[in-house]
């Protein structure tokens, strides 16, 4: 990474639904629940979390709906990231419904929307002027139209000499996708955040230490976070740095991992080396859990 250059981030913006409930959801009838609407998606919140850990030039390309492309623009300039979004006449923006219990783990009902639109003719070069990281939403890896953009990106990236990162974004995309197709898609980057189940998926080992172990064969730098349990960091093959978590008493992990991608990269771009940028992302994962949503925020959850 070129210290002290931009951090270009390409990937999903998303309106979140995020609804916190306290009992059990009821089949059939009514749950209380105390629901937000908010900006979300992974590559925004990426940005957001970079941008939030010193990175100073952070940039974010996305396809969002015509509608409100001024409102996620609006949001991304107020946590300090240049968005360039592509507005889709015809498609909404992705929306994804996070169902948040009393542990703080999340489950999402997702609309990809115009997400997975983002095509070829939305991608130049020239994006990479003044970056020094380019990082890609692993959300763009299933349809083949965002998926052409993004191993386009990736192949830009590689003629300037810019180094890659790759966040694989979901187990249950992944299984829909294929694991080989995944493999071969990340085979141009250089660092990979997989979490722990995307770890085992992607290798089929149970243990996230050997499955770290061996992605970092395929992409030289690979990050795996254990939520709760810290963070894994594995070199051309081999664990070098265990990084213990950051207690937090957590209302919501919506965009925990998130946090960890974007204060991982703002300090690596800072000069930082890759157990040093780990704490600082499990800094930020923690964080990331005391509030509602997966971005950063003034004001701790109620």
Known sequence: MRAGAALLVVGDI??????RHRAPLARGTD???RIRILPGGAGANVACWAARWGCGDVRMVGRVG??????HAEQLRLAGVRPRLVPDPEVATATVIALVDTTAERTFLT???AVLRLSPADWSPSLLDGVGHLHLSGYLLFSETSRRTA????????????PVSVDPASAGFITGLGVDRVLTALGGADVLFP??????????????????AVLSRHVPLTVVTLGAEGALVAESGAVTARVPPVRAEAVDSTGAGDAFTGAFLAARLSGADAPEAAAQGCLAGAEAV???????????AP
């Open 14 to 19: 998303v309106t979140d639904v995020v609804a």
């Open 31 to 33: 749950t209380a629940a």
């Open 66 to 71: 015509a509608d409100d492309t001024a409102w």
């Open 111 to 113: 609309d990809s929307g």
């Open 151 to 162: 191993l386009l990106a990736m192949e830009s990236a590689r003629a300037q000499a810019v």
């Open 195 to 212: 979490n722990a189940d995307e770890a085992r998926l992607l290798t089929g080992l149970p243990d996230p230490a050997e499955a770290a």
């Open 290 to 300: 005391t509030v509602v949503g997966g971005r950063p925020q003034s004001e701790k």
